[in-house]
């Protein structure tokens, strides 16, 4: 225990405490145990307060046992569809990169190991019936070990052995030596065996989380909250004195405490209600006896600074005559948390599922009875006879099938009292009074699917309308539980193993070995329960999440298609957990096992992978690109080879047409030559001509002039 000032004397302390205790039980004795009593019997189908007359129905409505039947399979689904029933959420920056590795370490310890589903259908159960659940989560600081026994080692084994971390030796001793040849002298030599039991440890403190009987928690009856409250206490007691020894109390003390005996505790008609048969007797070893131990959280001024600290005290035994087994000033959280059904403003106790349908069924109760016993009389009139005119009265009182009643003759005939029927108007009391309930709590024969005919004469919209209203109320509740009390009991949870854990812890997590090192955690995280889905019908849930699923489909393409590639990565972290919502609505409580692992490192290295391709060619493209170029070349080098051919071409048809000029530069010489060479015949002829014209011309005239002497005669 921690050092403390001896301002306030154990005395003092002792009387305060046994004060508190004394005032907390006269508390919950006048107020509250009655009701939890009541409740638990009426949810058991017995009810002491409305007797059956003698000789007629005995029949009892489990109208609280109904209405419990339909809602904590909701609530549970609530909490429990999914793998994660708590995650937090960062504080301050830097918190971000931890908020996942906690969540899935906080309810690893939840539902591994504490077996956290029985935690919850006690701590729901105790909300529903008894108005409030209580949850106790501390840090157990003691040794959690392994026996085992080794025959036959050497020495170099056990060395080996007692080298493990946490491993050690309680007891040992020698076994059969045997014979084994030494490999460095070839001689046979004797070798010592030793048998060993060690005691290996395998946990050095865990978190516990555990559910307190409502009737063994106690506060003082100015309390509205435990965080604010003058006195809390935890009586069990179930402690046995061995546990108190290895709890480090001293043994003399221990010894000394009156055993406990059931009905000691006033407290004590809650627990005879839930199991009537549980009795304590005086088998077994002393150190087994059963003491009443309190552990109390009451505040106090104990260093007489004027201020009152909250002050952790163990007291064992009861009625005034306990004992302070020893006490320190208490630095933590109270490790108590209220799981609440309907909180009641500025007041402690809350309101119990059971409280509100009690009533209804001690009076259906009634009612049932009533019309049973009228059906009886109905089914079974009385006899109206006369004196003696029946000779076999054995065969009026127990008739036979086919029995014959003798009569006196002269007699009057056996008449009837007809009793009237009273079964319509009773049956009508019953169901204004499942009214009632259903006004109440939203449970009806419709929200139960109980009664197909509901569905005949009304729509499905109006169906779904009926059982949306019942699970609202249902969601109510579990609200109520996850943010007043789930969320406080998760909060501690983070607190104490950051301040507790001082080494990492390696647990198998989807599939994988994680180390678990909470050191660098920010235990001031905000906790936030999981309550999103579980209410409704699995159908309506899957139909849900299918629309969202299209919906984000859609945005991410959308996304895609218009470049904004980030957009588009941040949106598949939501879209699987759309995914994993829809497995856990079908019934699936691992839906992380069936996708991938997102993590924003994975996210950042795809995005720089696009990033990158987003800088090379799309392969399609780059082929497309590349089909394009040889087209190109094709058509260049066709391009080219037409050229050329073009060009030869056009340097044939040059030479071709140079030769052609030659010819017909040639031709035209020749001819030319021919022509002028004609020509100069033509002149020469026609100077010729000219000149024999010429000459015949003056021959002529010679001729005339002879001719003068001749008239008319021709020139020869």
């Known amino acids: 225990m921690a050092a403390r000032d001896k301002a306030m004397e154990e005395d003092e302390i002792k009387a305060l405490v046994t004060a508190e205790i004394r005032d907390a039980e006269l508390y919950f004795r006048d107020d509250v145990v009655q009701n939890r009593e009541r409740a638990i019997n009426y949810y058991n189908g017995e009810m002491p307060d409305t007797p059956a007359a003698d000789g007629w129905s005995t029949f009892k409505s489990r109208d609280v046992s109904d209405v419990m039947g339909w809602v904590l399979p909701g609530i549970i689904r609530v909490f429990s569809a999914s793998d994660r029933m708590v995650n937090y959420e960062p504080r301050r920056p830097g918190d971000e990169q931890f908020t996942d590795q906690a969540s899935d370490y906080a309810n690893y310890i939840f539902w591994v190991d504490n077996n956290g589903y029985r935690i919850l259908w006690d701590a729901t159960h105790d909300s529903l019936l008894l108005a409030d659940g209580i949850v106790k989560t501390y840090w157990d600081d003691s040794e959690e070990c392994e026996y085992s026994v080794h025959s036959g080692l050497t020495a170099e084994q056990v060395m080996l052995l007692t080298d493990e971390e946490g491993v050690e030796i309680t007891a040992q001793g020698e076994g059969e030596p045997y014979v084994d040849v030494d490999p460095m002298t070839g001689e046979q030599v004797e070798i010592q065996t030793y048998d060993v039991k060690i005691k290996r440890v395998t946990m050095q403190g865990r978190l516990r989380v555990e559910t307190v009987?409502?009737?063994?928690?106690?506060?003082?009856?100015?309390?509205?909250?435990?965080?604010?409250?003058?006195?809390?206490?935890?009586?069990?007691?179930?402690?046995?004195?061995?546990?108190?020894?290895?709890?480090?109390?001293?043994?003399?003390?221990?010894?000394?405490?009156?055993?406990?005996?059931?009905?000691?505790?006033?407290?004590?008609?809650?627990?005879?209600?839930?199991?009537?048969?549980?009795?304590?007797?005086?088998?077994?070893?002393?150190?087994?006896?059963?003491?009443?131990?309190?552990?109390?959280?009451?505040?106090?001024?104990?260093?007489?600074?004027?201020?009152?600290?909250?002050?952790?005290?163990?007291?064992?035994?009861?009625?005034?005559?306990?004992?302070?087994?020893?006490?320190?000033?208490?630095?933590?959280?109270?490790?108590?948390?209220?799981?609440?059904?309907?909180?009641?403003?500025?007041?402690?106790?809350?309101?119990?599922?059971?409280?509100?349908?009690?009533?209804?069924?001690?009076?259906?109760?009634?009612?049932?009875?009533?019309?049973?016993?009228?059906?009886?009389?109905?089914?079974?009139?009385?006899?109206?006879?006369?004196?003696?005119?029946?000779?076999?009265?054995?065969?009026?009182?127990?008739?036979?099938?086919?029995?014959v009643l003798i009569r006196k003759a002269g007699s009057q005939p056996i008449k009837y009292n007809v009793v009237p029927s009273i079964f319509d108007s009773a049956l009508a009391g019953i169901q204004a009074m499942d009214n009632v309930t259903e006004m109440r709590t939203g449970v009806s024969r419709a929200t139960m699917a109980l009664d197909p005919m509901t569905l005949q004469n009304q729509t499905a919209t109006a169906s779904q309308n009926q059982r949306d209203s019942a699970y609202s109320q249902i969601e109510l509740i579990a609200r109520n539980q996850a943010e007043l009390g789930w969320k406080d009991v998760f909060a501690k949870i983070l607190r104490l193993i950051v301040k507790h854990q001082d080494r990492p812890r390696t647990i198998r997590l989807r599939d994988q070995w994680v180390d678990m090192d909470p050191r660098q955690w920010n235990a001031g995280m905000d906790a936030v329960i999981n309550v999103g889905l579980g209410t409704g019908s699995r159908d309506r849930d899957m139909s849900m999440l299918n629309m969202i699923l299209q919906s984000q489909m859609g945005i991410t393409d959308r996304f895609q298609a218009s470049g904004m590639t980030q957009e588009a990565l941040d949106m598949v972290p939501r879209i699987k957990k759309t995914l994993v919502k829809q497995a856990e609505a079908a019934g699936i409580r691992n839906g992380d096992d069936f996708y991938p692992e997102i993590t924003p490192e994975r996210l950042q290295q795809i995005a720089q992978q696009q990033a990158d391709a987003a800088q090379q060619p799309d392969p399609k493209v780059a082929a497309d690109m590349a089909k394009s170029q040889a087209d190109m070349e094709l058509k260049r080098e066709s391009q080219r080879q037409d050229t050329m051919l073009k060009q030869e071409q056009i340097r044939s048809d040059a030479t071709l047409k140079r030769e052609e000029m030659a010819i017909d530069g040639a031709l035209k010489r020749e001819q030319l030559n021919k022509e002028i060479q004609l020509k100069r015949e033509q002149l020469a002829a026609e100077l010729a001509l000219k000149r024999d014209t010429a000459v015949l011309g003056a021959a002529v005239k010679g001729a005339s002039a002879s001719s003068e002497v001749h008239v008319g005669g021709e020139p020869g």
């Not at 965080?227 to 709890?247: G, N």
């Not at 163990?314 to 948390?337: H, K, R």
């Not at 009634?366 to 003696?388: C, S, W």
């Open 213 to 403: 009987e409502p009737e063994n928690f106690l506060v003082d009856r100015n309390a509205i909250s435990i965080a604010d409250a003058r006195f809390v206490c935890h009586r069990d007691p179930h402690v046995t004195r061995s546990k108190l020894i290895e709890m480090g109390f001293d043994k003399s003390i221990v010894d000394s405490i009156p055993r406990y005996t059931f009905g000691y505790s006033q407290l004590s008609e809650e627990a005879t209600a839930r199991d009537p048969n549980v009795v304590t007797d005086n088998i077994g070893d002393k150190s087994m006896d059963r003491v009443e131990l309190y552990e109390c959280y009451v505040k106090a001024d104990v260093n007489g600074d004027g201020i009152a600290e909250t002050v952790l005290v163990y007291y064992a035994g009861g009625n005034g005559a306990g004992t302070l087994l020893d006490w320190e000033i208490w630095d933590d959280d109270l490790p108590f948390s209220q799981i609440p059904c309907e909180p009641v403003p500025h007041r402690f106790v809350s309101r119990s599922l059971a409280g509100e349908v009690m009533d209804v069924q001690q009076i259906k109760t009634v009612l049932f009875r009533q019309m049973l016993n009228n059906l009886y009389q109905v089914n079974n009139p009385q006899k109206d006879i006369e004196a003696g005119s029946v000779l076999n009265m054995n065969e009026l009182v127990n008739p036979t099938i086919g029995g």
